[in-house]
C-alpha cells in the first residue's frame, strides 16, 4: 500500500478514493489473479509482503481506460 501513496497527489480526490477502495478490497486481487501473470512475494511464514501484476490489453477499469 505505501507504493500507491504517491498516485494520490496524481489523481483527482475522487479516483484516489476509487482507487483505495479497490486496493482494499480482497476481490480486486482475486480477479486480478484469474486475468494476469503475478507475482507474489511471501514471508517465511505466508505472510504477503509485496506483488506484481501484468494484465493483459482489453482489461479496463473504472479509473484505467481500455487502450
Do not use: R
Not at 6 to 25: S, V
Not at 26 to 35: I, S
Request: hydrophobic residues 40%; negative net charge.
Amino acid at each position: 500500500m505505501l507504493s500507491w501513496a504517491y498516485y494520490e497527489k496524481k489523481l483527482t480526490p475522487n479516483h484516489w478514493d476509487e482507487l483505495l477502495a479497490i486496493l482494499n478490497n480482497n476481490a480486486t486481487y482475486l480477479k486480478l489473479l484469474e486475468q494476469s501473470y503475478a507475482i507474489i512475494c511471501e514471508t517465511k511464514q505466508g505472510n504477503i509482503i509485496g506483488m506484481a501484476f501484468i494484465v493483459p490489453t482489453g482489461n479496463p477499469t473504472e479509473i484505467y481506460d481500455e487502450a
